[in-house]
């Protein structure tokens, strides 16, 4: 790919200081979920987080889409979303979380899209499984990874492309990794990938494609910037890395009471308060165990029902309100025994961090 000096010609670099303009650009343009939106099991459409790297492909006529398959494969094809929603149909509910959720709390953090906390949603997506689709195209056995290309393309760092990202064939050939045209019984809203995205679950948000009009056979791992120079775990420039995955155990909590407008400082009357959350992990792992921290005093909370393999879980927990100042915190753990770190891990990129979340709360 060749590499221009262009739109980006100073390298980003990291900040603990004021949000720059750019951070705010991007903020403006992509939302997190509103906390107290937790309440739903299932997030409404509208309000599901939002990350579009590049812009929102307009698309007039979603009979006029084609996706096309191609590459190490024995019959290329092009389907319509007629042609899709024709197989089988499946429908999942899946939380999805941006792999840089909370990038804006690592430090120093990387100058990028500044999430805070819970760049994270669940819906139930509708569409055929993948593998129906690769079935009929037959993958050539020196297949070693599948691409998926969105219509949105643009630069970084200087490097023109678009939108893709690959999955290797165990997993593409899976059951549930899903090639969607609806959210929550609707069609895809624009912004989410209309009409057709894919959705890996149990895996941060990047590998979930939106706008979905390619996929390729490949003999040699994919090479694209989103897979081999985005989405990677550093702590050093100079390392190689480790690719960004599965989703890591996390929780977040509804904050309780009446915000202050300009703070994040919450006020709630003294007495018994119901506290709220959820809490997901990736793989399909299931979450065990959730605790609440009142002043670092640790609690178990209370779990909700299963909604699947790959949706986040409720919690509850009761809590007895004194007067002053305290601070609120939930931590998950999930069977395969990982928790929450109670400091953001660094990572270069700001990926991956699942502190514990924490509250400051006035009680009157
Ligand atoms: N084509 C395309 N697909 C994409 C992206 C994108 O910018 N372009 N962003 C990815 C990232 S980083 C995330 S976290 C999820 C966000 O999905 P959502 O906006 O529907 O919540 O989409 C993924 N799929
Ligand atoms: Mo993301």
Redesign the pocket.
Same mark, same amino acid.
């Given at each position: 790919m060749p590499h221009h000096a262009f739109f980006d010609p100073a390298p980003r670099a990291h900040s603990d200081g004021l949000f720059l303009r750019d951070e705010v650009r991007l903020a403006n343009r992509n939302h997190g979920a509103l906390l107290e939106t937790l309440r739903y099991d299932v997030t409404p459409a509208g309000l #599901?987080?939002?990350?579009?790297?590049?812009d929102v492909p307009y698309v007039a006529d979603a009979s006029a889409w084609r996706l096309d398959i191609g590459g190490k494969v024995r019959t290329p094809s092009s389907l319509s979303i007629e042609d899709i929603r024709r197989l089988p149909q499946r429908t999942l509910r899946v939380t999805?979380e941006?792999?840089g959720s909370g990038r804006a709390n690592v430090s120093p953090r990387w100058l990028s899209m500044p999430w805070m906390h819970g760049?994270v949603?669940t819906a139930e997506w509708t569409g055929t499984p993948l593998r129906h689709v690769l079935e009929r195209a037959g993958l050539d056995i020196d297949t070693v990874e599948v691409a998926f290309f969105?219509?949105?393309r643009g630069f970084d760092k200087g490097v023109e492309h678009a939108?893709g990202r690959s999955l290797e064939p165990d997993l593409a050939l899976g059951d549930d990794v899903l090639l969607v045209h609806a959210m929550n019984g609707q069609p895809l809203l624009p912004? #989410?990938?209309f009409p057709l995205?894919l959705i890996v679950p149990g895996w941060?948000?990047?590998a979930?494609?939106?706008?979905l009009h390619r996929i390729e056979a490949l003999a040699e791992p994919f090479d694209g910037y989103q897979q081999v120079h985005s989405y990677v775990y550093k702590k050093t420039a100079q390392e190689r890395g480790t690719p960004v995955g599965h989703m890591r155990v996390k929780s977040l909590m509804v904050p309780p009471g009446i915000p202050d407008w300009w703070t994040e400082q919450r006020m709630v009357e003294a007495g018994p308060i119901t506290l709220y959350g959820r809490a997901w992990s990736g793989a399909g792992v299931p979450i065990t165990e959730v605790e609440v921290g009142v002043d670092g005093q640790w609690s178990q909370a209370q779990l909700g029902p299963v909604a699947g393999r790959y949706a986040w879980r409720g919690w509850q927990f009761v809590w007895n309100a004194t007067k002053g100042e305290h601070e609120l915190a939930c931590r998950a753990t999930g069977a395969d025994g990982a928790t929450q770190p109670l400091e953001a891990p660094f990572d270069r990129g700001g990926f991956g961090n699942n502190m514990v979340h924490r509250l400051q709360v006035t009680v009157r």
């Open positions: #599901h987080y939002l990350l579009n790297h590049f999805l941006c792999a760049a949603g969105g219509a949105d939108y912004q #989410h990938g995205r941060y948000g990047m979930s494609v939106k706008w």
